[in-house]
T-cell receptor, first 113, second 114 residues
Framework: DSGVTQTPKHLITATGQRVTLRCSPR?????VYWYQQSLDQGLQFLIQ???????AKGNILERFSAQQFPDLHSELNLSSLELGDSALYFC????????????FGEGSRLTVL | DQQVKQNSPSLSVQEGRISILNCDYT??????FLWYKKYPAEGPTFLIS?????DKNEDGRFTVFLNKSAKHLSLHIVPSQPGDSAVYFC?????????????FGKGTKLTVNP
């Protein structure tokens, strides 16, 4: 158990819809990262938050947005969903802004029909 | 354009033998490299890392080698055990000793046969 909690574990929705994925980092970790793993792809970095502020941005689509709340949990919002958004979405946390290895949650599997 | 490449999607070895997983990268700005292991239905877990100032890092049965001139790193597992069967991801970061903007390879599925 990494200590990172992601909900929901599975989600099935239709094209055009909007979903929210939630992540609770390890206790005390200030940084939260979101990654997307599509079929046969590596993990693609989406976005990082540190103590409530956006710290780094990767290949995140404009239809996607994220935030980190004062209690340090984070949400990833995916809107106007397309078939190609079907993927595993991982949240990870680390103790400091950019140092040390990441601790990953079990992922949220999104299926867009 | 893939900046981190794991050219072998799968590898099968016998228990007790050495497993060698390879990774190539193209971005010379990367200076911190990590290996993660992933079991089905679980998130990736950190295995071992190496800074660009080193060419080798060892942790028990796991050793990572870095060849900067060739932009190549490898993970050696000796001896391999059935519990090592998992997908192994190579990752690289331009952050010093950090995990900012990690770039992952597609992974290599290792199967260790009893």
């Amino acid at each position: 158990d990494s200590g990172v909690t992601q909900t929901p574990k599975h989600l099935i929705t239709a094209t055009g819809q909007r979903v929210t994925l939630r992540c609770s980092p390890r206790s005390g970790d200030l940084s939260v990262y979101w990654y997307q793993q599509s079929l046969d792809q590596g993990l693609q970095f989406l976005i990082q938050y540190y103590n409530g502020e956006e710290r780094a941005k990767g290949n995140i689509l404009e239809r996607f947005s994220a935030q980190q709340f004062p209690d340090l949990h984070s949400e990833l919002n995916l809107s106007s969903l397309e078939l190609g958004d079907s993927a595993l979405y991982f949240c990870a946390s680390s103790a400091r802004g950019g140092a040390g290895e990441l601790f990953f949650g079990e992922g949220s599997r999104l299926t867009v029909l | 354009d893939q900046q981190v490449k794991q050219n072998s999607p799968s590898l099968s070895v016998q228990e007790g033998r050495i497993s060698i997983l390879n990774c190539d990268y193209t971005n010379s700005m990367f200076d911190y490299f990590l290996w993660y292991k992933k079991y089905p239905a679980e998130g990736p877990t950190f295995l071992i890392s190496i800074s660009s100032i080193k060419d080798k890092n060892e942790d028990g049965r796991f050793t990572v080698f870095l060849n900067k001139s060739a932009k190549h790193l490898s993970l050696h597992i000796v001896p391999s055990q059935p519990g090592d069967s998992a997908v192994y991801f190579c990752a690289a970061s331009p952050g010093r000793g950090g995990s900012e903007k990690l770039v992952f390879g597609k992974g290599t599925k290792l199967t260790v046969n009893p």
